[in-house]
């Protein structure tokens, strides 16, 4: 959302969080801000149809959200698997939905998933939340052709281990740090920006003819 609203564009953002998202909106500019739980699909798509309003119809969807609770396989039952679906999985699709009418009726548009580096690297723990976001880029590929005759690309950032709050209080340790040393390729650390300029470029007109696209920003690792 920063990196939109720093080239100046019109943003909508969802989120559970009342207050932080309330406070990130206040904090930049053309930047509007709906709370919703994204699991509950009539409010995220109610949410979405407003934000739409508010911008003037959407030009670019982003479908980041997430959660990569840790898990283990013997222990994931039918209720937590479902519920893993509904937040890893099930949104990226509906606020798909949602924003067709907007996209079309301007004349295209660009919708970028953001799925997760965890299943090519073979992470421990995290079975159910790897298959969602596996799931990413072949239903990137597939809207992409359905999509394609509306002037609408669809691509999807898979992100190597990027080093957010959550990332850094929950799971980096030592056995973290030495894993990032040896497999990227590259040296230092993936920030949050590394992935939000990537998204910039398939979100602008300067990536108009890239679709179908899987681009992963890992440093190397996978």
């Keep these: 959302m920063r990196a939109f609203a720093g080239q100046h564009a019109k943003v909508g953002f969802v989120d559970r969080d009342e207050a932080a998202g309330l406070a990130l909106a206040q904090a930049l500019p053309y930047t509007f801000f709906e709370a919703c739980d994204v699991t509950d699909v009539p409010a995220l798509q109610t949410a979405v149809g407003r934000l739409a309003q508010q911008v003037g119809g ?9 959660n990569d609770e840790r898990h283990k396989l013997d222990e994931v039952s039918a209720d937590y698997f479902d519920n893993r ?8 699709f509906f606020a798909t939905q949602a924003v067709l009418p907007s996209m079309r009726a301007k004349g295209g548009g660009s919708i970028v998933n953001i799925g ?3 299943w090519k690297m073979k992470a421990l723990d995290l079975t159910v939340y790897a298959t969602a976001k596996s799931a990413m880029l072949g239903f990137t590929r597939v809207l992409a052709r359905e999509l394609g005759p509306s002037n609408i690309r669809v691509n999807c950032v898979v992100p190597g281990w990027v080093m957010t709050e959550r990332q850094l209080s929950l799971w980096v340790d030592e056995a973290g740090e030495r894993a990032m040393d040896q497999n990227q390729c590259l040296p230092g650390r993936l920030v949050g920006a590394d992935i939000a300029h990537m998204v910039l470029f ?10 179908a696209a899987e681009i992963v920003v890992d440093a190397g690792w996978a």
Excluded at 58 to 66: R, T
Excluded at 85 to 92: G, M, Q, S
């Design 58 to 66: 959407v030009d670019v969807l982003v479908n980041n959200v997430a």
């Design 85 to 92: 679906i509904a937040v890893n999985l099930k949104p990226h």
């Design 116 to 118: 997760s580096g965890s």
């Design 202 to 211: 398939l979100a602008a007109d300067t990536s108009r003819m890239v679709t």
